[in-house]
C-alpha cells in the first residue's frame, strides 16, 4: 500500500511547473510505480492559453476547482468546464484549454507517465518508459 499527499511532492522532481508558465502539475502516482496509470493534480492558471494533444496517451480529467473553456481543435466545439465536470480526451483530441479562474483538476494517464515528459511543438507528449 502506498500513501502519500500532494505536499508531500511539493518542490520534488514530481513536481513539474511548465516553461510556459500557464500550468503546473503534481505527479502522485508515476509509471515507476507500476500500476498502469499516472494520476496527477494540474492547475492552469487563469487567462492562458494551453493548446494540448496526447498521440500516446489517454487523458481523463476531473476538474474541481475553477472554470475554463475547452475548445476540440478538430471540429470547433466549445465547451465549458466546471467543478464536478470530467472530459476524456478517449480519441487523442487535440484541444485548447482557456482557464477563466485558476483550473485546478485531477488527471489520469494511460499508459503511465514517467514525469519526465515535456510537451513538444504540437502540444505533444513523447510516449517514454521507466527505461528510456
Known amino acids: 500500500m502506498l ?15 511548465a516553461e510556459s508558465g500557464t500550468w503546473e502539475s503534481k ?5 515507476k510505480e507500476k500500476v498502469g496509470f499516472s494520476l ?35 471540429t470547433g466545439e466549445k465547451h465549458w468546464i466546471t467543478p464536478g465536470t ?5 480519441n487523442h483530441d487535440l484541444h485548447t484549454m482557456r482557464p477563466k479562474t485558476d483550473f485546478r483538476c485531477v ?11 515535456e510537451h513538444d511543438e504540437n502540444g505533444v507528449y513523447p510516449l517514454l518508459t521507466e527505461e528510456d
Open 3 to 17: 500513501i502519500r499527499s500532494f505536499k508531500d511532492i511539493e518542490g520534488t522532481d514530481r513536481h513539474i511547473v
Open 86 to 90: 470530467m472530459y476524456l480526451l478517449n
Open 40 to 74: 496527477h493534480e494540474t492547475i492552469m492558471y487563469a487567462g492562458t492559453e494551453t493548446t494540448m494533444h496526447y498521440a500516446n496517451h489517454i487523458e481523463a480529467v476531473l476538474c474541481v476547482e475553477g472554470e475554463a473553456e475547452l475548445t476540440d481543435e478538430a
Open 107 to 117: 488527471c489520469v494517464f494511460n499508459p503511465p507517465v514517467t514525469g519526465r515528459e
Open 27 to 31: 505527479r502522485i502516482v508515476l509509471a
